[in-house]
């Protein structure tokens, strides 16, 4: 049963310091998805990948989120330097575009406490 | 820009009791149509999807859906639910190869 996996489950961390988050999509998926899911503001999607090339990040603040695909079987976010307001569960998707059929598969989350 | 519309925020209902869970989205046009299920703590899984044929789509667990093109809508039922449904339900629509979420319908279904 092919899944999404995503490291770390869980992460703590303090003020300032910086955030990797890790995504493994479904082998031979081809498009990524980060999204964010917060109490306040639902899910709000961050960035897009497909064939690891970034589509959409307009979600995501740029000055400091990133977020990439070393290979095809990696996407990372990373987040420098975090803070407060970025605590949340973190997700990510994969999906097999066809341009008309898109299924998106989600990993079970990062859960994010930024103190 | 495409937005998906949750009229119901929570929904409480007893078990056997039958369950419908309104979804609008704003844009006509092709679209294609799914409903994710998230149990507490857990991620969302895929309950059913819609792209073309039958507007009547079954899925897993006993969930369907109906697309209504005329009136933008897709909601999710099920005839009689479980206690074991409690979980938070989240409608979303595709555009350009993007998943617009809904603000999520949190059902708790008392034993």
């Known amino acids: 049963d092919a899944r999404v996996t995503q490291t770390p489950r869980h992460k703590v961390t303090e003020m300032g310091q910086e955030v990797t988050m890790r995504c493994q999509p479904i082998l031979g998926h081809n498009t990524v998805f980060w999204y964010r899911q917060t109490m306040m503001q639902g899910l709000e999607l961050l960035a897009y990948?497909?064939?690891?090339?970034?589509?959409?990040d307009s979600g995501m603040p740029k000055d400091r989120f990133s977020a990439e695909m070393p290979d095809a079987t990696l996407a990372t976010l990373k987040i420098q330097p975090s803070e407060p307001r970025d605590s949340a569960v973190y997700f990510c998707?994969?999906?097999?575009?066809?341009?008309?059929?898109?299924?998106?598969?989600f990993g079970p989350g990062t859960r994010l406490t930024v103190l | 820009a495409q937005s998906v519309s949750q009229h119901n925020h929570h929904v409480i209902l007893s078990e056997a009791a039958s369950l419908e869970l309104g979804c609008n989205y704003s844009y006509g046009g092709t679209v294609n149509l799914f409903w994710y299920v998230q149990y507490p703590g857990q991620h969302l899984q895929l309950l059913l999807k819609y792209f073309s044929g039958d507007p009547l789509v079954k899925g897993i667990k006993g969930f369907e859906a109906e697309f209504i093109k005329s009136k933008f809508s897709f909601n999710l039922r099920k005839p009689s639910v479980q206690w074991s449904d409690t979980a938070e339900y989240f409608c979303a629509v595709t555009q350009g190869g993007k998943l617009i979420f809904g603000q999520g319908t949190e059902l708790s279904v008392k034993p």
């Open positions: 998707a994969s999906g097999l575009s066809s341009g008309i059929t898109d299924t998106q598969y």
């Open positions: 990948f497909r064939n690891r090339a970034p589509l959409d």
